[in-house]
Nanobody, 116 residues
Framework: QVQLVESGGGLVQAGGSLRLSCAASGRRIFSINNISWYRQTPGKQREVVALITSGGSTTYADSVKGRFTISRDIAKNTVYLQMNSLNPEDAGVYYC?????????WGQGTQVTVSS
């Protein structure tokens, strides 16, 4: 079983930056197939914004390419999401999710608010 704890959310002005953290326990992140960041806004389905594989490959949603960067610190067993040039459409609750085989584990989420 994997436990995930997100942190780093908050209120930021449009154009600003935030770095989210997803601290994992129960399993080393390099042994997890992939870890991803999702965003949920009211009235919309939860959408994936970035993903990192066990091998370190990354993919991004088109809406965040060039602005967001997913990375990891294996020693700290933590995955990060650096978010730059934030706009109001980036606001929402951000969740990290781990997937190994058929098992998905979610964190509790962290709120990101972007003021215009």
């Amino acid at each position: 079983q994997v436990q995930l704890v997100e942190s780093g959310g908050g209120l930021v002005q449009a154009g600003g930056s935030l770095r989210l953290s997803c601290a994992a326990s129960g399993r080393r992140i390099f042994s997890i197939n992939n870890i991803s960041w999702y965003r949920q806004t009211p009235g919309k389905q939860r959408e994936v914004v970035a993903l990192i594989t066990s091998g370190g490959s990354t993919t991004y949603a088109d809406s965040v390419k060039g602005r967001f960067t997913i990375s990891r610190d294996i020693a700290k067993n933590t995955v990060y999401l650096q978010m730059n040039s934030l706009n109001p459409e980036d606001a929402g609750v951000y969740y990290c999710k781990s997937r190994s085989g058929n098992y998905d584990y979610w964190g509790q989420g962290t709120q990101v608010t972007v003021s215009s």
